[in-house]
């Protein structure tokens, strides 16, 4: 299994930003897909991502643990982060997953989220996956 990656100080600070992330994972056939996705850089490291259950992107992540992730300033495109990773820890309590995608509603939102976002979250089927990072790969000088 491919070591865990430190992140520089850099990469860090770029990623606890509010950006988006393009998630890439495998279809069952081999093919790629990607989505846009929030996520929330954890004090450890490691990358969470939530999702609706059964979107075809986190069933993608269920069976095969490969990610790619790239992580893309809005105001300048030139500055971004590539990742690869890999699924180390599911969390398919349901109660857990909603609490997790409320509060990356909140950090995508600081205003405060719809309180039909809310309530829509609250009541999906949801998980999380915790990504540990293999690889940096990043663009953020001018």
Do not use: K
């Not at 490291?45 to 939530?50: A, C, E, F, M, W």
């Not at 075809?56 to 300033?73: F, Y």
């Not at 995608?101 to 999906?124: D, K, W």
């Amino acid at each position: 299994m491919p070591e865990h990656t430190p992140l520089p100080e850099p990469v860090r600070r770029f990623l606890e930003a509010p950006h988006v992330a393009s998630v890439a994972t495998i279809d069952p056939d081999g093919a790629p897909r990607q989505v846009v996705a929030w996520y929330r850089l954890e004090p450890d490291g490691r990358i969470l991502l939530n999702s609706r259950t059964p979107r075809r992107w986190c069933l993608n992540l269920l069976r095969e643990h490969r990610v790619a992730l790239s992580v893309i300033d809005g105001a300048d495109p030139y500055r971004w982060i590539g990742l690869t990773g890999v699924v180390e820890e599911v969390i398919d309590d349901v109660l857990i997953s909603r609490d997790d995608i409320v509060a990356l509603a909140h950090r995508y939102h600081p205003e405060g989220p719809s309180e039909a976002s809310i309530t829509a979250f609250r009541s999906q089927p949801r998980v999380t996956f915790l990504v540990r990072v293999t690889g940096v790969h990043e663009h953020l000088e001018d």
